[in-house]
């Protein structure tokens, strides 16, 4: 790979909270090596007709040198990944932070190096998930039975959408978003970002608030350029890292909160679960914390701040 010229890429619109991310890693490496490194940036792969998928590969065979992706595609080779798996495990973004950039952070860095061919730069926030579907409001998980629902391929989701009474379809990305729109599929569990991004609040008018489950995604770089690269020039990686995952999680945060404005505007329903029905959910969920907490290290949880 050439240390004069870099790719990088996503499966997100340019004007995205990713898509700022992205601009600023490619702004402070090229500005941080007085442009003697260019960066390239594919801003959504899917728009080259390909599955998001694709990415993992490009990054893993050198093709590209880094992408941001779900950690939950890669829990089974890294299984320290599950733990951000386990439903309601972040009370807040505040939390999920903190333990990101702290001791959990670098175990969980630890793992993608001892177990793939990825170097994770850091982790960027797709913050919290939550339930959106065409048919009517949901307020308990009695509400979802029988509905199906887009899941990621993910074994800890897969259970918790079931421990609800729904059924899930468990599809890449580009497969789920094409079956939501035909109406084959009922419903999504997604960021409101991601439930724009994709189109999907075009046929789903019913959004749960339920926070089910914090989406991270990692910065994955190909780990053996990036340990072949000249010192300094991985510490302006670093940098252009650090930088990117302060400017990707304010855009988020700033983001989901005007999304949510808009969607109301347009007509669809939110639904905002009081401390009880919240409860209901969470109590559901026990079988699918259960697979979540055998999946990963016990000492694990340990380093979740709170």
């Not at 046929?203 to 300094?232: I, Q």
């Amino acid at each position: 790979m050439s240390t004069s010229r870099v790719a990088i890429g996503g499966y997100g619109p340019e004007n995205s909270a990713h898509g700022a991310g992205l601009a600023a890693f490619k702004d402070h490496l090229e500005t941080g090596t007085n442009h003697e490194v260019t960066v390239d940036v594919v801003w959504n792969i899917m728009d080259q007709g390909r599955p998001n998928t694709d990415l993992l590969h490009l990054v893993e065979s050198g093709e590209m040198f880094m992408c941001y992706f779900s950690t939950s595609y890669l829990g089974a080779r890294a299984s320290e990944l599950n733990v951000l798996e386990t439903p309601f495990l972040f009370p807040d973004l505040a939390a999920a932070h903190r333990s990101l950039d702290g001791p959990l952070g670098e175990r969980l860095r630890e793992a993608v190096r001892a177990n793939t061919r990825f170097e994770a730069l850091g982790f960027w926030d797709n913050g919290f998930r939550h339930l959106t579907n065409r048919l009517r409001p949901i307020r308990t998980p009695e509400d979802c039975r029988g509905m199906s629902v887009r899941i990621q391929p993910n074994p800890i989701h897969e259970e918790l959408i079931r421990s609800w009474g729904a059924v899930p379809v468990a599809v890449e990305l580009g497969e789920g978003i094409r079956l939501i729109k035909s109406l084959v599929v009922d419903a999504q569990e997604n960021p409101l970002a991601n439930t724009v991004a994709y189109g999907v609040d075009e046929v789903h008018r019913h959004v749960t608030m339920t926070g089910h489950l914090y989406g991270a995604r990692g910065l994955f770089a190909n780990r053996e350029a990036y340990s072949g690269f000249d010192p300094d020039l991985r510490v302006v990686i670093d940098e252009a890292a650090g930088r990117a995952i302060a400017v990707q999680r304010a855009a988020a945060a700033a983001r989901e909160s005007k999304l949510r404005r808009d969607m109301e505007n347009d007509g669809i329903e939110f639904v905002d679960l009081s401390r009880d029905e919240l409860q209901r959910f969470e109590n559901a969920s026990e079988a699918a914390c259960a697979v979540a907490r055998e999946a990963v290290p016990p000492d694990l949880l340990a380093l979740v701040e709170r």
